[in-house]
């Protein structure tokens, strides 16, 4: 997948559960609970355990597919189909979140494998229009010959 820089300016959907980070590339917007030292993602109104709104943070996304499955029924949003989603264990701040995987990583995927956020025209917003995404894409790393 490729962005010009007409399609830098879709829009994001959904909106606010991620952004771009300059040079680090995208990430993921949760929040934080001073009180209870806990991460969330995405970002609650309250935190559950003592009621306090967390504050936003960035978190990494950058993590491993703890598990996936392959969908091939009609796809929503305008996805293209098959595609694929997953639980992803978060590096950094160790949460599992659910989340979309790069279409094209499909015949690859597999448990424990490294993935990173991207962040791409993909689908259709909620009124038909061309959108970008967050979605998971196994990572590239040195010596693969993927």
């Known amino acids: 997948m490729h962005i010009d820089n ?8 959904p909106e606010g559960i991620a952004a771009e980070a300059g040079e680090t590339g995208p990430v993921l917007t949760g929040g934080h609970c001073p009180h209870c030292r806990r991460d969330f993602f995405p970002r609650p109104r309250h935190c559950p355990q003592c009621l306090q709104p967390p504050e936003e943070r960035q978190l990494s996304g950058d993590g491993v597919i703890y598990s996936y499955t392959v969908v091939r029924t009609r796809a929503p949003f305008g996805l293209p189909q098959p595609y694929a989603v997953g639980f992803i ?7 599992r979140i659910f989340g979309l995987l790069n279409q094209s990583d499909i015949g690859r995927l597999a448990i424990g494998k490294a993935v990173c956020l ?3 025209p993909l689908g259709l917003d909620g009124k038909g229009g061309p959108c970008r995404r967050p ?3 196994l990572a590239e790393r040195e010596g693969d010959d993927a």
């Open 6 to 13: 007409q399609q830098d300016t879709l829009p994001l959907v």
């Open 89 to 95: 264990d978060l590096s950094q701040s160790g949460l």
């Open 118 to 120: 991207k962040l791409e």
């Open 135 to 137: 979605y998971f894409s």
